[in-house]
């Protein structure tokens, strides 16, 4: 029988899922530096923040 989820549980997801944000972030940007340096364009790295955000957006309106 389905039951509520257990809110104890919110926070450490909530601390996990930081902890992966961050890293994702660390990487998509690292990556863009060193394409930036290969190809000699800058990189803004609220671009790339907002470019991950609307990527997170967009995947879940495209789930339903």
Avoid: H, W
């Amino acid at each position: 029988e389905p039951t509520t989820p257990k809110f104890d549980l919110y926070r450490e997801l909530l601390v996990d899922s930081f902890g992966i944000a961050f890293v994702s972030y660390s990487v998509t940007v690292s990556m863009a530096l060193i394409f930036g340096q290969k190809f000699k364009y800058e990189i803004d790295f609220n671009q790339e923040l907002l470019a991950m955000v609307c990527f997170l957006i967009n995947r879940r309106i495209s789930i339903y």
